[in-house]
């Protein structure tokens, strides 16, 4: 992990702090659970549904599961079930990611995450992670703004924080965040390279 004159260092969450998949998953699994599905549908379900994540075939993923099962499962009720804290699922971070937030905040660095999403799924994660880290008060919604890659939550974060753009470094896994930072004109870093401590 390499902070180069950074004051403040910003990142992403999903599949950059943790593996959004076992969330994901979690919730499809409650989700299947709670609609009566048999257990061995359910396991062919979950096994296509990986598979989904996988290719990156999500945004549709229930009209796929129903035609491919011949279920009948409601759209709108996943959505509910995906934003509703009674169902939560325990997420962790990726290993060694925790120690390195730790580093950060001891060194002085300023840490902020940014994240798109349904807030309230997203409080969800960040409520499970903050058993770790507590990482309530460091987050900005883009939701609140605008979806990342409009820069606005990181103009916002800069505005917060009083810094120079050249004394910000954005982290995270996706060209929408490598987008985000270069319309905001700060640096950035995929999560894989900073924290395996590689400068490209």
Known sequence: MIVPNKRLVIFDLDNTLYDEFVFLNGKMSKFLVHQKVDEG?????????KICFIMKNIEYV????????????????????LRNKDFAVDIS?????????VVLLESGCIVRL?????????????????????????VV???????????EGINFILMQEKVNKSEVLFVGDSNTDF??????????????????????
């Open 41 to 49: 549908t359910r396991f062919l379900i979950l096994a296509e549904f």
């Open 62 to 81: 229930i009209q796929h599961l129903n035609t491919k099962f011949n279920l009948t499962l409601s759209v709108d009720d996943y959505k509910d079930f």
């Open 93 to 101: 971070f990726y290993p060694g990611i925790c120690e390195a937030l």
């Open 114 to 138: 940014l994240t798109n999403g349904n807030k309230y799924q997203q409080l969800q994660k960040i409520s499970s992670l903050s058993r770790t880290v507590n990482l309530s008060n460091k």
């Open 141 to 151: 919604y883009a939701e609140d703004f605008a979806p990342k890659p409009d820069p």
């Open 179 to 200: 987008d985000c930072a270069v319309r905001a004109q700060v640096d950035f870093m995929f999560a894989k390279d900073f924290f395996s401590g590689k400068l490209v």
